[in-house]
């Protein structure tokens, strides 16, 4: 399944987001991205372009990728120097030229295809990290959703959102109607432990340098919250 999201789901969930959790977000970004050894990095699934904008402005050479064209088109009207936007699969990552600093995934853009495929999308990611390069993740954690499954209803900009999650093995599907006029959205992810993750990456010669909560680097990760953030660095 690849996860398509529609006008609704960018209008509830990605433009309501506060300047302080942007500014957190950033804040771990660069703690953990110190210039001046890393300054070129692609913002994988970088969406309407929160995150690579505000890189840029930071004189990282930024490079965001993502396979929404409308999304992509929003991103430009706010970006400014030091960046380049491309329609791109992530399945097709490899097809980018040159390799990066850095590579950021953020906001539970990962794991939306099969096990190897998803496995195929990590190797591309090493592949083009240079020696010591980065790669910072914020995912989902398997064990919170295997306990907080089920539907709750919610309200985002005045809308009712029913919610439905439903976790098979290592699957979360999520499936969201917004009422009165019944759209929805459904999503599917492959999830996992941070012991799972941490293990697969080491395949790519990707080593654990941070693994936490709330983008805080003194929190460590917990069923009790349902993202963890991960920076991993290249073997040199």
């Known amino acids: 399944m690849v996860n398509d999201y529609s006008d609704e789901w960018f209008l509830f969930f990605l433009q309501p987001i506060q ?29 309407t372009g929160r995150h690579s904008n505000f890189l840029a402005q930071s004189n990282y050479d930024v490079t965001g990728i993502d396979i929404n064209l409308a999304a992509l088109n929003q991103a430009k009207k706010n970006s400014g120097k030091n960046i380049t936007y491309i329609n791109l699969d992530m399945r097709n990552f490899s097809n980018l030229y040159g390799t990066f600093d850095a590579v950021l995934n953020l906001w539970q853009s990962f794991g939306y295809f099969d096990e190897t495929t998803n496995l195929n999308v990590l190797r591309q990611v090493s592949e083009k990290l240079n020696s010591n390069g980065r790669f910072v993740l914020d995912i989902y954690h398997q064990e ?93």
Not at 20 to 41: S, W
């Open 144 to 236: 919170f959703f295997d306990k907080h499954q089920g539907e709750r209803q919610f309200e985002k900009e005045g809308v009712l959102i029913t919610e439905n999650k439903l976790v098979n093995g290592n699957r979360l599907s999520v499936t969201l109607t917004y009422n009165p006029h019944g759209k929805t959205d459904k999503f599917d992810w492959q999830l996992y432990t941070p012991t799972e993750l941490i293990e697969s990456l080491k395949a790519f010669d990707l080593q654990c340098v941070v693994a936490c909560t709330n983008f805080d680097e003194t929190r460590p990760p917990s069923a009790n919250n349902p993202r963890v953030q991960y920076v991993f660095e290249k073997a040199s």
């Open 19 to 47: 300047p302080n959790q942007t500014k957190l977000e950033i804040d771990f970004i660069t703690r953990n991205l110190p210039q001046p050894n890393y300054r070129t990095v692609v913002d994988l699934c970088c969406g």
